[in-house]
């Protein structure tokens, strides 16, 4: 595996819904998927954005990890979003209840994860953390980490906020 590509993107709005992730216990992700799922959340975005791919990532569904004050502690805030279209604003009845963040202006690394998800996402973060960044002449950006899911069956990439090493 390896990086696809770098890339810099201006700041995005991005709305959804976010559950406090509480540690290394990787089956919270999966629950709140499955709660979203279920209360309907899918239905929301489509209403929002007809599933057409953002603009800014190409992803018509985002799992956001709000890890920008801190990104080596591993409980944040996980949103499951979608990029907004620049022309909704922000006050927009349609976005009533959820949550809306802003992906700041700044450098990704994304990484291909094809295959069956959770874990073809899984293994493009180790390969991320473990493999790519300790070599790579970047540190992790105080920046949220996203999983983007393009259009397709079993297409996402993980992008990863990045700044070059001092």
Known sequence: MATNRIVNRPAFRIAGLQAYISGPDTTQFGRFWQTCHGEGLFTRFEALTQMQPGVQTGGVVLGVSRVEADPARRD?????GVELPDALASDAPALAGLEIATA????????????????????????????WLPTSGYRHALAPE????????????????????E
């Open 76 to 80: 944040f805030y996980y949103l499951i």
């Open 104 to 131: 700041p202006a700044g450098t990704w690394a994304i990484f291909d994860a094809q295959g069956p998800v959770p874990d073809a996402i899984v293994a493009a973060e180790m390969f991320a953390f473990g493999q």
């Open 146 to 165: 996203m999983e983007v899911y393009l259009p397709g069956e079993n297409r996402c990439e993980f992008w990863l906020p990045v700044i070059a090493a």
